[in-house]
Nanobody
């Protein structure tokens, strides 16, 4: 499964961004999906995950209440809306797919990864 993330950019604190991730070829409907991020000099960390049909979502405390993960299986896409962005949200954001459908927050549980999209938040 090849994932392509997009939607990153440079924004001001307080702005919102919607990140998208899609794939060509194999359908995403068989995978639980997640978003992770990695700041400069930091380890990759969990942001959000969504179940196969979208009825279960789970967020990191750092983004809970200001982020929404969603998926459209017909369009083979998963999206992440992040509101009230802060400089500490600056990172490369990655989408990922778990073929074992665990809805996990563990990087190690995800088999397929996109190339990442950079989000830079200025104060």
């Amino acid at each position: 499964v090849q994932l392509q993330a997009s939607g990153g950019g440079s924004v001001q604190a307080g702005d919102s961004l919607q990140l998208s991730c899609t794939t060509s070829g194999r359908t995403l409907s068989s995978y639980s999906l997640g978003w992770f991020r990695q700041g400069a000099g930091k380890e990759r960390e969990f942001v959000a995950t969504i179940s196969l049909n979208g009825d279960h979502t789970y967020y990191a405390d750092s983004v809970k209440g200001r982020s929404t993960i969603s998926r459209d299986n017909a369009k083979n896409t998963v999206s992440l809306q992040v509101d009230s962005l802060q400089p500490e949200d600056t990172a490369v954001y990655y989408c990922a797919a778990d073929r074992y459908r665990r809805n996990s927050d563990d990087v190690a549980d995800y088999t397929y990864w996109g190339q990442g999209t950079l989000v830079t938040v200025s104060s």
